[in-house]
């Protein structure tokens, strides 16, 4: 089974959808089979693969509203393993609407459910509030990754993001993980970067990732080439990170596993 991973924060602007693009387009170059779901109504991740509206057949407009199957709304990428889902509500307020307004928390959870199996990993990007979809998001995934700005008022949305995220897993996804939180737009030149990593670093302590992403014009170019940074110039600062922050997801989840191994072996001996 594969692994569902949000890419989420309630703060807009921080990364998620970069962090959403590269972080998976790494993971298919890896090796991964990768699918990106994007939930957010503003969402422009179609833009990224250089889709345009009248390119997508269906996407989460249809998964919340008239319950096709998923299959239905998978897009390809130019990367042989990488797809994705687009948010396909364009500018109608009527779609906005009832996507917003759908009531039921566990939609996106059972259409992944239906191909859980046939990838590696699930990526799905939030939209930066903690809404309906987020919810939705998160009672889906197994674990989250939350960008974090590297700017003065880094951790002071972090507060309600952590007790929404409380109150949810021991609501309805007591499973969910933090698979870490991750410094974005990183610059080391600048003094402030240096103390806020600091901070954010000894405040969450070993739940920050190693890798940081810096600030990098190749990340912001994505959208306007149309294809992730990996395709765009793979040697740049902004595609490295993304490669090796999936590098380090890819190895924790191994040693969570073994970890668990080790602890049922335990159990078995005892
Ligand atoms: N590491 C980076 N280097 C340079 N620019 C970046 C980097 N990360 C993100 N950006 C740019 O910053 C802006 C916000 O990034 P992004 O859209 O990924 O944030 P977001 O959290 O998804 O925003 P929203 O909450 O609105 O969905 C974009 O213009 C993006 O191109
Ligand atoms: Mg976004």
Not at 43 to 68: C, H, M, P, Q, V
Not at 208 to 237: C, H, Q, W
């Amino acid at each position: 089974m594969g692994e569902i991973i949000a890419i989420a924060s309630q703060k807009g602007g921080v990364g998620k959808t970069t962090t959403a693009v590269n972080f998976g387009a790494s993971l298919a170059q890896l090796g991964y089979k990768t699918l990106l779901v994007d939930v957010d109504p503003q969402g422009s991740i179609a833009t990224s693969f250089g889709y345009g509206r009248y390119d997508i057949r269906a996407g989460i407009l249809e998964i919340f509203t008239k319950n096709i199957p998923v299959k239905e709304c998978i897009h390809p990428t130019e990367m042989d393993l990488f797809h994705f889902i687009p948010s396909n509500v364009w500018s109608d307020e009527v779609d906005r609407k009832s996507l917003i307004g759908a009531s039921d928390n566990s939609i996106l959870k059972n259409a992944l459910n239906e191909i859980v199996d046939i990838y590696d990993y699930i990526i799905i990007d939030c939209p930066p509030s903690l809404g309906n979809l987020t919810f939705n998001a998160l009672i889906a995934a197994h674990s989250m990754i939350v960008p974090i700005q590297c700017e003065y008022y880094a951790l002071k949305a972090l507060g309600r993001f952590l007790k929404m995220t409380r109150n949810l897993k021991i609501e309805y996804n007591p499973d969910l993980q933090y698979r870490g939180f991750l410094l974005t737009m990183v610059d080391m030149r600048n003094n402030l970067s240096k103390r806020v990593i600091n901070k954010v670093r000894y405040t969450l302590q070993g739940l920050v990732f190693e890798t940081m992403i810096p600030r990098n014009i190749r990340l912001a170019e994505v959208p306007f080439y149309g294809k992730p940074a990996y395709l765009i110039d793979r040697s740049s600062k902004g595609a490295q990170s993304y490669l090796k922050l999936a590098k380090e997801v890819v190895e924790q989840g191994a040693k969570q596993k073994q970890q668990q191994q080790n602890e049922v072996a335990e159990v078995v001996a005892a």
